[in-house]
């Protein structure tokens, strides 16, 4: 399986941005993380028969899949500095569940991130 995270850039504090994760087979689940610098990597949220977010997300985020296509995007609105990060997909293999879960610790197969950079 491979996934490839992509959309990332500089954005102004307040604006929006939507990434996109491609991936190269259909899974039944696929997760978003981030890791800011010098901070350990964090769950966003999740999306398979439905869709999960981590409690601290506040809002800002929404996680959509378009199965024509094998992709899965995150939409971030209101972007903070603290914002800032490496944005990464990924999915568990073995998940055979019919909703998804942000258990980092399951998730084997990542792409290679893409950039967000929050700042005015």
């Known amino acids: 399986v491979q996934l490839q995270a992509s959309g990332g850039g500089l954005v102004q504090p307040g604006g929006s941005l939507r990434l996109s994760c491609a991936v190269s087979?259909?899974?039944?689940?696929i997760g978003w993380f981030r890791q800011a610098p010098g901070k350990n990597r964090e769950a966003i949220g999740c999306?398979?028969?439905?869709?999960i977010y981590y409690a601290r997300t506040g809002g800002r985020f929404s996680i959509s899949r378009d199965n024509t296509k094998n992709a899965v995007s995150l939409q971030i609105n209101s972007l903070e500095p603290e914002d800032t990060a490496v944005y990464y997909c990924?999915?568990?293999?073995?998940?055979?569940?019919?909703?998804?879960?942000?258990?980092?610790?399951?998730?084997?197969?990542w792409g290679q991130g893409t950039q967000v950079t929050v700042s005015s």
């Open positions: 999306i398979g028969g439905s869709t």
């Open positions: 990924a999915t568990d293999r073995y998940y055979t569940g019919s909703s998804c879960h942000i258990q980092e610790y399951a998730y084997d197969y």
């Open positions: 087979d259909s899974r039944p689940m």
